[in-house]
């Protein structure tokens, strides 16, 4: 079974602090991670995905198999940043493949 | 370019009134069309997803039901709503856009159901 774990309901942090929203799967076969975003009275888009290895807004993830992790990281944090942001993960096959998406972690950051 | 639309953007109903949520998609053919739900401490719940017309997967037992009568119309529906049912329902969409996969998923804007 596809699962995605976001330990921390919220993180709060000041701009210019590096910033870590961590994201944690179980998945039995080949994963596709991906990392949406939700800023205030806004729709929920998409942020990154790990098969692009790149780089959005100055975040970035990188897929770790052995930890399978697929943590979110940006060196210097915005206020901009500020906003909701789910993990999610599918299974990298051909085919329909689900989305399963972790719960959630706010991130807040100050001035 | 690709657009997702849903309706009514919020909606009030009373205990044992019936639903309709529509979502329709435009700019793309035979997407895949998902209804979630996102509710506090518990993240985006998958409720029904669609590979084509009339193909509705169900993923938890609950008290709606999804239909697909067109290509890009997915809607939500309920003949009696619950207190429980109260949340933010999300209609989204993904097709193979880039080659790499068509896992990307495109959402709506909400709708926020309110039953009192």
């Known amino acids: 079974a596809q699962r995605v774990t976001q330990p921390e309901k919220l993180l709060s942090v000041f701009k210019g602090a590096p910033v870590e929203l961590k994201c944690n799967y179980s998945?039995?076969?080949?994963?596709?991670l991906f990392w949406y975003v939700q800023y205030s009275r806004q729709r929920l888009q998409l942020l990154l995905r790990?098969?692009s290895r790149e780089s959005i807004k100055g975040f970035t993830a990188d897929l770790n198999k052995g930890e399978t992790s697929f943590h979110l990281k940006k060196p210097f944090a915005q206020e901009e940043d500020s906003a909701m942001y789910y993990c999610?993960?599918?299974?990298?096959?051909?085919?329909?493949?689900?989305?399963?998406f972790g719960t959630g972690t706010r991130l807040l950051v100050s001035p | 370019s690709q657009t997702i639309h849903q309706w009514p953007a919020t909606l009030v109903q009373p205990v044992g009134s019936p639903l309709s949520l529509e979502c329709t998609v435009e700019?793309?053919?035979?997407?895949?069309l998902y209804w979630y739900r996102q509710a506090a401490g518990r993240g985006l719940q998958l409720l029904f997803y669609?590979?084509?017309?009339?193909?509705i997967s169900s993923e938890v037992p609950q008290n709606l039901s999804a239909s697909r009568p067109q290509d890009r119309q997915f809607i939500l529906s309920s003949k009696k709503l619950l207190l429980s049912d109260s949340g933010f329902y999300l209609c989204?969409?993904?097709?193979?856009?880039?080659?790499?996969?068509?896992?990307?998923?495109?959402f709506g804007e909400g709708s926020w159901l309110t039953v009192v």
């Open positions: 989204a969409w993904s097709g193979l856009l880039d080659g790499l996969s068509g896992n990307t998923i495109y």
């Open positions: 998945y039995s076969g080949s994963p596709e």
């Open positions: 790990h098969i």
């Open positions: 999610a993960l599918s299974g990298r096959r051909t085919g329909f493949q689900k989305l399963v």
């Open positions: 700019g793309t053919s035979n997407p895949n």
């Open positions: 669609s590979v084509g017309i009339g193909q």
